[in-house]
């Protein structure tokens, strides 16, 4: 998830500093948003909060998760 934070940074650098890339630009940072979104996904609808041993009540899927599905697309 750090990664996927970071990654649009370090793509920006590369563009920047016009560095020589051996894979067309963009590309990895668009696998690690896939991941991310995926990993919101599976945590989110498959592996709930609340699935994780915690009762119910104290932990639930608010707007910080909808935010984080936007934010990783």
Known sequence: M???AIAP???AYII????????????LTAVV?????TLILVR???IKP???GHPSGEISLDYGW???LV???
């Open 44 to 46: 989110g609808l498959i």
């Open 16 to 27: 920047a500093r016009d560095h020589a890339l051996s894979w067309p630009r963009g590309e």
């Open 66 to 68: 909808y935010i984080a």
């Open 33 to 37: 948003a896939i991941t991310a979104i």
């Open 50 to 52: 609340s699935d994780s």
């Open 2 to 4: 750090l990664l996927g």
């Open 9 to 11: 940074a370090i793509l």
């Open 71 to 73: 934010g990783g697309s």
